[in-house]
T-cell receptor, first 115, second 113 residues
Framework: DGGITQSPKYLFRKEGQNVTLSCEQN?????MYWYRQDPGQGLRLIYY???????QKGDIAEGYSVSREKKESFPLTVTSAQKNPTAFYLC??????????????FGEGSRLTVL | KNQVEQSPQSLIILEGKNCTLQ??????????LRWYKQDTGRGPVSLTI?????NTKSNGRYTATLDADTKQSSLHITASQLSDSASYIC????????????FGAGTRLAVHP
């Protein structure tokens, strides 16, 4: 079945360590996104990519990095520079277009906890 | 500042009852409004998408309404089921801003037997 796969589901990190969250989609979507979800807040955009080998910073990109070497894959690295990384991370994908009213599909999320 | 406010923050209802969740927004210019359902520890799943010209849209027992003049939307759940227990998120998209969705904090609904 088509969809978005995120891994791992749960991840624990010691302070000072970098970790990479995986996101793979088989929906043939051009655009992919990473969001962060914290309790009591709306989702916030970390990075997004409209096409292979191109990506843009979102609202809270500091302390994070991404790559888009393949259309299907958009991994997110949480670096040691991110001061408060404990959160629920969601990857999403969509078709792209100027006046976009299409669906935004989400993965099942990855919960990162810093020990 | 573009904002999306949802109310109530949380709600408890008995199985079989109806409920209505509210979403007010200040996003301009406006393109479309979406409602998502998010089960605990899972990713959000789309319920409805409405453009500014649509007043109502249904998806099974879920009916969303939109008043673009007052910038208000509601999600009505009919004959609630235990499986409706989840967070419901209102998302507003500015015109031409598919990468600039603005998410509300959600309403957490608990349906009790």
């Amino acid at each position: 079945d088509g969809g978005i796969t995120q891994s791992p589901k749960y991840l624990f990190r010691k302070e000072g360590q970098n970790v990479t969250l995986s996101c793979e989609q088989n929906l043939n979507h051009d655009a992919m996104y990473w969001y962060r979800q914290d309790p009591g807040q709306g989702l916030r955009l970390i990075y997004y990519s409209q096409i292979v080998n191109d990506f843009q910073k979102g609202d809270i990109a500091e302390g994070y990095s991404v790559s888009r070497e393949k259309k299907e894959s958009f991994p997110l690295t949480v670096t040691s520079a991110q001061k408060n990384p404990t959160a629920f991370y969601l990857c999403a994908s969509s078709m792209r277009g100027q006046n976009w009213v299409g669906e935004l599909f989400f993965g099942e999320g990855s919960r990162l906890t810093v020990l | 500042k573009n904002q999306v406010e949802q109310s109530p923050q949380s709600l408890i209802i008995l199985e079989g009852k109806n409920c209505t969740l509210q979403c007010n927004y200040t996003v301009s210019p406006f393109s479309n409004l979406r409602w998502y359902k998010q089960d605990t520890g899972r990713g959000p799943v789309s319920l409805t998408i409405m453009t500014f010209s649509e007043n109502t849209k249904s998806n099974g027992r879920y009916t969303a309404t939109l008043d673009a003049d007052t910038k208000q939307s509601s999600l009505h759940i009919t004959a609630s089921q235990l499986s409706d227990s989840a967070s419901y998120i209102c998302v507003v998209s500015p015109s031409g801003g598919y990468n600039k969705l603005i998410f509300g904090a959600g309403t957490r609904l608990a349906v009790h037997p």
